[in-house]
């Protein structure tokens, strides 16, 4: 089995709002999967339902099924608590906790129940040393995470993520709020955690798509017009509407 | 153009009014505190602070007051503050706008409305005689922790609230329980807007006379436990004052009650200040 996640016929609703349609992808273990549409089209709201953050939503209701590794992840017997360790989440602005920069990475292993000290103190310098976050921060591990830019905030949200090892990174935006510079790390850091990680990331900007991802999916109005690899969906685009996104005639 | 003021001046003028304001509010504290403090700094000395009152407080000193009032403040907050936070966190993060929540606020609201020598008629019926305990500081104090729910609530209320989203869903987003991310995160993020919520209600049960008149007994001899009767600065200020006793006396149990506010206020400042700095990297 190469797929990581598989959805199928997911239809999902707010209140009466239908805002997914019939939604049916496979997303490939460790590799980067781009999630492009104009604003609104239901890209942020399909990857929340892969780590179940919609469930928080009271008029939230689905139907179909999402898979991660062959387990129906909305079965009532899955604990979230489980899922989201899983399925790690970067979100668009970054969200660093207001604690230490030490305290933001243990903050995974810590609620997971983990207590040994030397191990904590290891897994927090690995995983800011994955997130190329280690050499600005080593310094200064105690002091406030606020203090940081954003895109340190960034990487270090990254690196609180992959802390607790997820299978699966969504990724909301991750560089909407970050310049260049910080933009190109992040890219260079996705490019590195593909190796251990399955990557689903949603972006605006349709350069990012193609320099870090291996497929894309194309999202209109809460349905996948088109999906497959990056190369080919933007060189040779299927569908009309997709070649009108990517040319930039319209979103 | 037929304007009788001109933005410009309207502008000049209203930022006088505001400034205005500003400083009537300062003066006011200025006059009060400064009255106090200059008829009362010249009764405190060690002796005032440290002794027992001779002749009802003709004389002597005012120790069992302030340990006292420092027992019931810390009785008041001490019962209030898990209640207040509790609420606050149960509105706020385990239930949606309902009946149960409106009703909370209600009473919230009631009971910082109710005067305060109700609350004593209160605890008069219900502690001392209904309950028997009799007289105690322990009764003051839960007398007063109602007194200050209200404010802890509320405050507590608006500084959760005021915690970002985005650290809840970081936290529920690494697989954080609801508990965890109330108690690990938002909590901590909100300690210093609550602890401005529990001054505030500190500094109102600390300086409540009426509320306790008829629950702790103005006893005049040093309190051994918290079961003892005793009698608080403000309840032994009244008396001083209103029966005549020593006028003087009246001004230094005042002057110590608004400096004991003001250093508990100060100091806790300071060390919230530090510790949102701490928190926020700044």
């Known amino acids: ?251 | 153009m037929n304007r009788i003021i001109s933005p410009k001046n309207a502008q000049k003028i209203m930022k006088g009014v505001f400034w205005a304001s500003g400083i009537v509010t300062i003066i006011i504290l200025l006059i009060i505190i400064g009255y106090i403090l200059i008829k009362g700094l010249p009764v405190i000395n060690l002796e005032f602070l440290l002794e027992n009152p001779i002749d009802s407080g003709k004389s002597g000193g005012i120790a069992p007051m302030i340990v006292s009032t420092l027992i019931i403040t810390f009785i008041a907050v001490f019962v209030a503050t898990p209640i207040g936070v509790g609420a606050a966190v149960f509105i706020e993060e385990y239930t949606k706008e309902n009946i149960l929540v409106k009703l909370i606020r209600l009473g919230s609201e009631t009971l910082a409305s109710i005067p305060s020598i109700v609350f004593g008629l209160f605890g008069l019926a219900f502690f001392v005689i209904y309950l028997h305990m009799g007289w105690s500081l322990f009764s003051g104090g839960i007398v007063l922790a109602f007194m200050a729910l209200p404010t802890i609530l509320q405050v507590s209320e608006v500084s959760i609230i005021a915690v970002p989203r985005s650290y809840a869903e970081g936290s529920l987003a690494l697989g954080g329980s609801k508990w965890q991310t109330i108690y690990r995160v938002i909590l901590p993020a909100a300690v210093p807007g609550i602890t401005t919520g529990v001054i505030l209600g500190m500094a109102r049960a600390m300086s409540e006379a009426a509320a306790i008149l008829f629950v702790v007994g103005s006893a005049l001899a040093m309190p051994l436990s918290i079961f003892d009767p005793g009698r608080p600065l403000p309840l032994h200020l009244y008396v001083l004052a209103t029966e005549g006793i020593s006028l003087d006396n009246a001004y230094g149990t005042a002057a110590v009650l608004v400096l004991l506010i003001l250093i508990i206020t100060v100091v806790t400042n300071t060390v919230v200040e530090r510790y949102s700095k701490k928190m926020m990297g700044r």
């Open chain 1, 1 to 251: 089995m190469d797929y990581r996640i598989e959805v199928e016929d997911l239809n999902v609703y707010f209140d009466e709002a239908h805002i997914l349609k019939d939604i049916s992808i496979n997303i490939k273990k460790n590799r980067v999967t781009s999630l492009i549409g104009p604003s609104g089209c239901g890209k942020s709201t399909f990857i929340r339902t892969l780590n179940r953050m919609n469930d928080l939503i009271d008029s939230f209701k689905m139907t179909g099924t999402i898979l991660l590794d062959g387990g129906d992840i909305y079965d009532p017997k899955v604990d979230v608590v489980d899922l989201r360790k899983k399925v790690g989440m970067v979100f668009q602005k970054p969200n660093p906790f207001p604690k230490s920069i030490f305290d933001n990475v243990a903050y995974g292993l810590r609620i997971h129940g983990i207590k040994d000290k030397d191990f904590i103190e290891k897994r927090v310098e690995d995983s800011l040393k994955e997130a190329a976050l280690w050499d600005e921060v080593k310094e200064k591990l105690d002091k406030s995470a606020m203090g940081l830019s954003g895109g340190q905030q960034q990487r270090l949200c990254i690196a609180r993520t992959i802390a607790v090892e997820p299978e699966v990174i969504l990724m909301d935006e991750p560089c909407s709020a970050l310049d260049p510079i910080s933009t190109t790390k992040i890219e260079d850091l996705i490019h590195k955690l593909k190796e251990d990680f399955t990557i689903i990331i949603v972006t605006h900007n349709m350069q990012q798509a193609t320099r870090v991802s291996k497929y894309t999916a194309f999202f209109l109005n809460g349905e996948i017009v088109e999906s497959g690899l990056t190369d080919k969906l933007f060189i040779e685009p299927e569908d009309k509407r997709t070649e009108d996104y990517i040319t930039g005639r319209f979103g």
